[in-house]
Structure formats: C-alpha cells, structure tokens
C-alpha cells in the first residue's frame, strides 16, 4: 500500500450548448471554454506484482485553479448580455492499473472511473424585469478517464511518479442558475466537459519485504543492469491506430455578415495509419533524437444546423485527409526497453463540404492547418534492429482557422467558418533500425 501528493497543469475545454430560460426561449446560441490552471492533490493506492507486471488500485483527488468567464449577447436583444463564470472546484477517480517493471523503473496505464465539481455563476443585468440576482450553481458530474505514466524508485519505500490524464464528463448535464425570487424560472445550460491533466507525483509505500527484512528479494530492485543495447542509429517503421478529435465550430458568417448558425461542435473518431522516420543517439541511459511521421486517416464528421431564424438548413462534412508531426524525443533506456516523451510541431489536412440549397452549390474548402504536439510511448526492441512500440499524442490546432466555401459563379460570394480542432491519437508501430 502507498500514499502520495501531486502537483501539476491541467486544460479544460467545456462545450455550453444553447441556454435557455424556462427550457423554451434561447437566450444564448452557445460556446466554447478553454481555461487552464494549477492542480494538487493526493493519492492512495496499492499494488501486486508478479514477475515484471504490476497490477494495483488507486484512488486519487485534486483541487484545481481552472475557471474561465465569458460574456455572450441574446440573440434576439444583443444589448443584453449575460456572463458565465464556471470553475471546477476538484475532480476526483477510482481506477484501475496495470504496469511493467524493470528494476526500479515502472511504465503504466489506468482506467475507471471520474468525478469532477463545478460552480456555475451567471450575471444577466436586465434579461428579467424586475432584475433579480441568480444564485450560483454547483454541480457533481460523474465520467470516465484514462491515463499513462512512468515511476521510479530512487528510494526503497519511495518512488516519484510522471503521468498524464485524460477525463471525459459528457453526460450533457443540465445546470439551472436559479433567480433569488421563487415566482421566476431560473437559466438552464448544458455542458460537456473534457479534462486533460500532466502530473508530478512523489508516493511512500508502506510495509512490503524490502521495508519489513532490510533486504532485497531476488525479484525486487535488483542491481541496475549494464545496457547491452544501443539505441543510437536511423530508423524507418510503420503505425496503425485509433485516434479522436473534437472540432469546435465558431459562429458562420454569411455573404454579408450575417450570422447563419449558432456554434456547434464535432466529434469524430476512427482509423489511422501511416510512416516515420527518425533518429536516435544514446548517452548512457538516455537516448536523444528526432522522429517525422505522417498518418493518413478516415476521421469524418457530418452535421446539418439551422440558422438562429430556423429558415436556412446546413450540412457541414468535415474530413481530417492527414496529419503530419515534427517532434523531438527524449527518452529512459534500460537494455531492450525506453521509456519516451515528444514534443513539436503538427500539421493537419482538412476538407470542408458545405450543403445548403437554398444558398446555392458551394464549393469544398480545404485547409491546411498548423499546431503543436506532445506525447509520450513505451519501445522494446525484440530482435536487433526490429522494435514493436506504443505510443499517444494530443495534437492542438487552435488558430481559429477560417474556412470559406465559396459558389461556383464568379460572383459568389463565401460562407465563412472559423474552427479550431484538437486531436487524440493513440498508436502501435514498428520500426527498422538501419544501422547496428
């Protein structure tokens, strides 16, 4: 059994979906946070291991800094506004792990289950007559979550932790900031939350043979092995995967100006594929070096959206064609087995098919798109110059690309969309070391 603390960085992106007040009049055509802050917390958990696997439970919560306000006009009287505040107050999982030990070092995934509290404060001065204050909101939301990390024990009883999680709250929870006075119906929203979470961790464990004797079992932190292996060459390999991506449309504008739809968001997931090409060097332990990579994928999305007059139906189909990442890595060896992070520069290769009869035919938009990327793996070489690896990466294209279809007549004027897009990707590969 063990206990520990954690401190580190987490980003939120909660999707507000239309608000209403008494569940019929639209009061707001909805949007998008994206707030970031502090978290620290702790956590309890234990653990058995059997041979180099280690199977456990860990129960953990955090408080977190992350709050974001953002004021939006009523569609029907833009002179009135309305501001969300809404922070998350903690968030807390139960989960599942599963990991592979080699002498004082351990790579790992979890899984289970998440809970998260929010306060939701809303300001509309004029919106009801008589004005009236309306009380804050406070919601428990119940998801799901995933993660990875690497630990180690510099310490017989004490070990530092590295992980990165994922939670998902989208049961659509509705949250009514109600009016102070009892006659008058509250504002109803729904929300969708996604969380992502980087972590810095230290745990004691108690007890266990090596705190109770003063000696180590034959099975238990063994003397660091000489690395027999050298990472250091190029390679070339190939990856298949599945990957996630979650598309927020801004508001569209039309020939004029005018607004055609509310925002709204996309949520595609599917298939992906495709090379790279890298460069290692190793110095003792550590292996240094620089990969490129390229995925085709059949990640599609298709939406139809209505004007905020209910006149004008769309149709957006949205496909990702390809993406493409230039990241350094650095990373752990021990023999046959590094451990890795990653970080650099992405593209993507959007294609944007607009339908919409009574607008006319328009023509497909492509867009190029650049980004950033972070990520982190687990590589084993099983033969000399063959390893098989496993590996994630959040790439984050958040420029507010604008897109504009256009009509095939010269004279056509574009509809115009603003996105941004962030994209999960979780791939197993195989690589060809050319050189020994």
């Given amino acids: 059994m063990y206990i520990g603390g954690h401190l580190g960085w987490a980003g939120a992106d909660r999707t507000f979906d239309r608000t209403f007040v008494g569940g019929t009049v639209t009061i707001n055509p909805g949007f998008t946070q994206r707030p970031g802050g502090f978290i620290g917390g702790g956590q309890i958990g234990f653990n058995r291991q059997t041979g180099n696997w280690v199977w456990g439970l860990e129960a953990d919560i955090s408080g977190t800094t992350l709050r974001n306000s953002t004021t939006v006009a009523v569609p029907t009287l833009p002179l009135i506004t309305q501001t969300y505040d809404a922070s998350i ?26 809970v998260m509290h929010e ?22 939301r119940l998801g799901w979550t995933v993660g990875a990390g690497v630990e180690n024990a510099f310490l017989d009883n004490w070990s530092w932790k590295a992980e990165y999680n994922y939670l998902r709250f989208d049961g659509n929870d509705s949250i009514t900031n109600a009016l102070s006075v009892a006659t008058v119906t509250g504002i109803t929203s729904h929300t969708e939350v996604n969380l992502h979470l980087v972590k810095a961790g230290i745990n004691y464990r108690f007890g266990g043979p090596i705190a109770a004797a003063g000696v180590r079992p034959a099975n238990a932190y063994k003397t660091p092995v000489a690395n027999a292996y050298d990472w250091t060459g190029l390679y070339v390999g190939g990856h298949t995967g599945w990957a996630g991506a979650e598309r927020n449309f801004l508001t569209i504008f039309g020939v004029v100006g005018n607004i055609f739809t509310p925002p709204f968001e996309q949520s595609p997931n599917g298939l992906v594929g495709g090379g790279q090409v890298g460069f290692n060097r190793q110095t003792r332990n550590w292996v240094f070096g620089l990969e490129v990579d390229v995925s085709g994928t059949d990640l599609g999305a298709r939406n ?39 970080g650099g520069g992405a593209l993507m290769r959007e294609t944007y098919a607009l339908t919409a009869p009574l607008l006319g035919t328009r023509n497909d938009a492509h867009a190029t798109r650049v980004g ?24 984050r294209f958040d420029n507010t690309k604008t897109i504009s279809h256009t009509s095939p007549t010269a004279n056509g004027a574009g509809i115009a969309s ?15 070391r050319l050189s020994n």
């Fill in 119 to 140: 306060t939701y404060a809303l300001t509309a001065p004029g919106l009801v007559i008589p004005d009236s204050p309306y009380h804050d909101a406070k919601v428990a």
């Fill in 418 to 432: 603003e996105t941004n897009v962030d994209l999960h990707a979780v791939k197993f590969g195989v690589n060809y």
């Fill in 372 to 395: 950033w990327t972070v990520g982190a793996g687990v590589e084993n070489a099983f033969l000399d110059n063959w390893s098989w690896k496993v590996e994630y990466n959040f790439m």
């Fill in 304 to 342: 139809t959206v209505t004007d905020p007059t209910g006149t004008i139906s769309q149709t957006y189909n949205v496909e990702i064609d390809w993406t493409a990442t230039l990241a350094g890595r650095v990373g752990y060896a021990s023999d046959r087995w590094m451990v890795y992070g990653k």
């Fill in 89 to 114: 107050d903690w968030t807390a999982s139960l989960t599942g792990r599963l990991g592979y030990a080699w002498d004082r070092w351990m790579v790992y995934g979890k899984g289970g289950a998440a």
